[in-house]
């Protein structure tokens, strides 16, 4: 596939979120929130769901929080425009409640393409929800952040979510900062062929079972 063919693909996708009824979630939206950044990035950013900012503006990580994570982007050297960012779900729960099941069910289809289409080295999972729910972990976010956990031929590493690093502080802050460095330097070692995680304070390396390849076995 080449890469207007992606584009063009989650174009498409992103014009079937924007009219999709298949869940409960479309009735309290202003906009799906489908995705913001580039097909081609290394470093893919899977968050919960939009909240009140995502929802008016119609793309992810807007508000305090988008601009931290793009403040914490510059200072690893990237661009929100270097990376991909998208939602477990594309529509905003009400009163920003986390998505049901039935809801992330209805949904899965969107993000599973958007991973296999932008095809990242790195998925940063922010937050409890998503890290959870990709990795089928019931292990804290404080547990997991700052590994590198291989996953589906690539490496997840979780993170905070940059609104519990705002409401929690200068330490959370920079504990994410680092996590962004870590999979930066993670991107660098994948593509000169070594071992993820290269220079950097050796990460703890969780390794999910081996499982056949089925997309929509991803998650959920
Ligand atoms: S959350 Fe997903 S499944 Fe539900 S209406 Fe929005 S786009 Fe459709």
Redesign the pocket.
Known sequence: MTMVDVEARLAELSAQ?AI????R??AGRTH?VFADGSAQADIMFIGEGPGYHEDRQGVPFVGKAGMLLDRLLGEAGLDRRDVYIANV???RPPNNRDPRPD?ID??KH?LVEQIRLVDPAVVMTMGNFSTKLLLKTTVGITRMRGNIIPWWGRVVIPTFHPAAALRSGPTMVETVKEDLELAVRTVRDRRAGREPGGDGPAPEQHEQAPEQHEQLGLFG
């Open positions: 979120a999709c009824t298949a869940c979630l479309s799906a779900v594309k529509c809801e209805a949904c969107f």
